[in-house]
């Protein structure tokens, strides 16, 4: 059964630092998503991507944060200079939202630790 | 009015009996609701998921009640299982616009006692 694909699964970096999460979406899948889960709370919608842009950001989703689809498979996440209120599960997602199907399926995602 | 509200907590209940879990949400643009299990370190899955053209939907031991004129919606786990034990969350989103992001609900920690 294909499945969202995520690396690394934990990433440790220092505040200041710049870190790249990755994704492989499910392949015919035509939007991808970035979520976020603080150890404890609820999951946070970051970002959404449609045809090589944005289609939709939350208010968490600042200037550090960029989305980029490299290639035909990949979808990252960079975060541009960590910050300790970063560390979170960083959880990927995508849909294919045709013909009805808007179910979104989710990544292992990221451990994301800030020192 | 983006919330999604969600209750209880947490929730302990005994090998075979149900388990439901609340949600209530404010913004009538929403119009797909699923649920999602999550185990400890892994990423929410997909459980069941509802459209508001039907009052209720089953899937094996799990059933979607949705009272639109509420706004509410609950998990019913039936002949509920120790491997049932997971955090469960609700979600809202806009299905007529594509794309849409989820809304979840805060969580509820189920545990279920053999």
């Known amino acids: 059964e294909p499945e969202v694909t995520q690396t690394p699964s934990h990433q440790v970096t220092q505040m200041g630092q710049e870190v790249i999460l990755r994704c492989v979406p499910i392949?015919?899948?035509?939007?991808f998503y970035w979520y976020r889960q603080i150890l404890g709370q609820k999951v946070e919608f970051l970002v959404s991507f449609y045809n090589n842009e944005i289609s939709e950001k939350s208010e968490i989703f600042d200037d550090q944060f960029s989305v980029e689809r490299p290639d035909g498979s990949n979808f990252t996440l960079k975060i541009r200079s960590t910050k300790l209120e970063d560390s979170a599960m960083y959880f990927c997602a995508s849909s294919e939202w045709a013909s009805g199907n808007y179910e979104q399926y989710f990544g292992p995602g990221t451990r994301l630790t800030v020192t | 009015q983006q919330q999604v509200k969600q209750s209880p907590q947490s929730l302990i209940v005994q090998k075979g009996g149900i388990s439901i879990i609340n949600c209530a949400y404010e913004?009538?643009?929403?119009?797909?609701f699923p649920w999602y299990q999550q185990f400890p370190g892994k990423g929410p899955a997909l459980l069941i998921a509802?459209?508001?053209?039907?009052s209720e939907k089953k899937e094996g031991r799990f059933t979607i009640s949705f009272n639109k004129s509420a706004k509410q919606f609950s998990l019913h786990i039936m002949d509920s299982q120790p491997g049932d034990s997971a955090t469960y969350f609700c979600a809202a989103s806009r299905a007529e616009t594509s794309g849409s992001r989820l809304t979840f609900g805060e969580g509820t920690q189920l545990t279920v006692n053999p």
């Open positions: 509802i459209r508001p053209d039907v």
């Open positions: 913004n009538t643009a929403f119009d797909y």
């Open positions: 392949s015919n899948h035509l939007y």
